[in-house]
């Protein structure tokens, strides 16, 4: 049975979030205002039906999808791509092939103990951030 990720999460920790912006083709200012960010994750799941919010005083992200069925995703308020997205479960990690204009873009979700971890990956950049449960 994979892992139940839902509940509110707060962000205790992100390494290498620069790399990552610049990666996804970020302009410096967003990226230096995004990086001073906390967001917090609030995620809902049912089964492999999953909503994913994300909040900040900067910008807001919503997505939502079913596990195993590609999806359009809009990034907007992120890097303003467009994408194809496929979520699939690799044993108790969620993980998100995005295909688009940049290449080898994705990210995976999973628990460890207490702490929700998040991978994002984009053209070899990777960023690392962990999660505490609000």
Known sequence: MPADLSGTWNLLSSDNFE???????IDFATRKIAKLL???KVIEQNGDSFTIHTYSSLRNYLVKFRVGE???EDNKGL??????SLVTWDNNKLTCV??????NRGWTHWIEGDKLHLEMFC???VCKQTFQRA
């Open 70 to 72: 590609e999806f359009d």
């Open 79 to 84: 890097d303003n791509r467009r994408c194809k």
């Open 19 to 25: 790399g990552y912006m610049l990666a996804l083709g």
């Open 123 to 125: 053209e070899g950049q």
């Open 98 to 103: 995005q295909k688009g204009e940049k290449r």
């Open 38 to 40: 906390k967001p917090q």
